[in-house]
């Protein structure tokens, strides 16, 4: 069978499943980043890959500098769902050798300024030949305090949804430019017990399903309180994907204090109540008109 | 300028000058591995990625689990030769939607089975769209003892050359179904002061003189001393690439007594003395009338 009739939530559940695992990971495949440590060590190693690929991710005519830094904080992004912090980037690259030397350098320029944007450290990579589209994958580390550390897996039955930012619009140009959640993320796992907790690559309509059933609940949300970029409809803030917010989930006694300091915090930045978790199955509670609905179906 | 034009090199030199390092980053791009941790932990990390790219390194005819044993077996190599074990890999692999799900699984065989066989947990990765060629990167993270971590570098000029096996003939099929010589590497740090080590990926015509240049030395080398895969000119052995061979430098004292416990512990793996570190800049002695010295001109 062919992977695109599978989806790639199915391919990558077949391909995972019963991987060789050894003592010390905390979590393998199947979170924003794999966790690595011992149960009592104070700080735990967070490992992530992500890659672009001319075509898909980005189209040939962008900017090389927008790609470059698009394709590091795709990965920035992920350690901050974890509540954690990056430290160490591999960065490697697939061109033609038709390839122009100013393009490559424009890359890295933009790689480089969201390294020193966000603390990391590029300590090596690979160039390679490919015969095909332009593609570059990062590998990035990152730490996490133990008890700070958030998984997707960790919301209950009445927990409320929040996003951060507005949703949607990703492909006029967002996706090119976004700026990874680390320094609200590390706010916020320093300042409350956050219990789920993933970064929206896919799209709240992909992911927050995800979310739910990692944690084990259903989820009710109101399409009319999903906040959206300005001029995107419900369907685009549902379905565009690349926002690189952070959706997570908070215990009812904190939602108050979370709401309050936030606004102190990062007056700039919205944070929406989108929902809550629920018992049982996903279900999407119907209480929009919007088509972008559909997508929950 | 096109990059082909420059060679692949000078491309990583341009593009990885004066790249944003923390504190702890014991050595950045440029070995075989980044190595990462305090002056005085007992351990450090090592961080490596690579990728394999159909038509380049490998052909779509090949059976999928052999091109994932070799896209997993190449990163364990350079593991290998900084004279570590590898721990953790996140793979990442980009291809059509078209592909079936039977080729995806025979791939994630052969990875599964080289993760077991080399003690490598696989923690997670990702899985995208391509509209290109099938694209498969590796990214290993392993450990090395301090006082066993050998790089490039620290070859002197008098130190003698050795190589493991029989160099050439990789296109014939060994480049898919090839051992890293992990357990030759760590016996070797284990017994002996291993002044510089490197893995043959791109030939010896090319990985010799990289050696010997990040250890400030030049070369001598005899052509007829090379050993070669039965059926392999010496152009072969020295140009074919991906022996994932061990080359490394050894102090003259331990000589003797190296080629002895090699006999005994390793009976069945050749190990031969190539030539020499010299003083001054690479160049190569001229005994062969082999036509493959070319390379080196």
């Given at each position: 069978?062919?992977?695109?009739?599978?989806?790639?939530?199915?391919?990558?559940?077949?391909?995972?499943?019963?991987?060789?695992?050894?003592?010390?990971?905390?979590?393998?495949?199947?979170d924003d980043c794999?966790?690595?440590?011992?149960?009592?060590?104070?700080?735990?190693?967070l490992?992530k890959?992500?890659?672009?690929?001319?075509?898909?991710?980005?189209?040939?005519?962008?900017?090389?500098?927008?790609?470059?830094?698009?394709?590091?904080c795709r990965a920035v992004s992920d350690i901050a769902a974890m509540g954690g912090w990056p430290?160490?980037?591999?960065?490697?690259?697939?061109?033609?050798?038709?390839?122009?030397?100013?393009?490559?350098?424009?890359?890295?320029?933009?790689?480089?300024?969201?390294?020193?944007?966000f603390g990391?450290?590029?300590?090596?990579?690979?160039?390679?030949?490919?015969?095909?589209?332009?593609?570059?994958?990062?590998?990035?580390?990152g730490e996490v305090e133990?008890a700070r550390c958030v998984t997707r897996?960790g919301?209950?039955?009445?927990?409320?949804?929040f996003v951060t930012g507005?949703?949607?619009?990703?492909?006029?140009?967002?996706?090119?430019?976004f700026v990874p959640r680390l320094a609200e993320a590390r706010w916020l796992t320093g300042n409350f017990q956050i219990p789920a907790m993933m970064d929206l690559s896919?799209?709240?309509?992909?992911?927050?399903?995800?979310l739910?059933?990692?944690?084990?609940?259903?989820?009710?949300?109101?399409?009319?309180?999903?906040?959206?970029?300005?001029?995107?409809?419900?369907?685009?803030?549902?379905?565009?994907?690349?926002d690189f917010e952070l959706l997570f989930a908070v215990?009812?006694?904190?939602?108050?204090?979370l709401?309050?300091k936030w606004?102190?915090k990062f007056?700039?930045l919205?944070l929406?109540?989108?929902?809550?978790?629920?018992?049982?199955?996903?279900?999407?509670?119907?209480?929009?008109?919007?088509?972008?609905?559909?997508?929950?179906?």
């Open positions: 069978m062919k992977i695109g009739t599978l989806g790639e939530d199915a391919v990558v559940a077949v391909l995972t499943r019963g991987l060789p695992c050894g003592k010390n990971v905390r979590l393998g495949a199947g794999a966790v690595i440590g011992g149960v009592r060590d104070r700080v735990w190693q490992l890959t992500d890659c672009v690929v001319e075509g898909v991710h980005f189209l040939a005519k962008e900017k090389p500098p927008r790609i470059g830094w698009k394709a590091l430290k160490h980037a591999l960065i490697t690259i697939a061109v033609s050798r038709d390839v122009k030397m100013a393009w490559l350098r424009g890359i890295y320029a933009g790689l480089r300024k969201a390294a020193r944007r990391v450290s590029i300590v090596g990579g690979e160039t390679s030949r490919s015969p095909g589209p332009a593609f570059i994958s990062i590998a990035l580390t133990r897996g919301g209950r039955a009445g927990d409320f949804l507005r949703l949607g619009g990703s492909r006029a140009g967002k996706h090119l430019d896919d799209g709240l309509a992909a992911d927050l399903p995800r739910a059933k990692a944690s084990g609940c259903g989820f009710e949300i109101a399409g009319d309180k999903i906040p959206r970029t300005r001029g995107c409809m419900v369907a685009q803030a549902l379905g565009d994907g690349e215990s009812p006694s904190d939602v108050q204090s709401e309050g606004r102190a007056p700039k919205p929406t109540q989108i929902g809550t978790l629920t018992r049982g199955a996903v279900r999407a509670k119907r209480k929009s008109k919007h088509r972008g609905y559909d997508h929950f179906a």
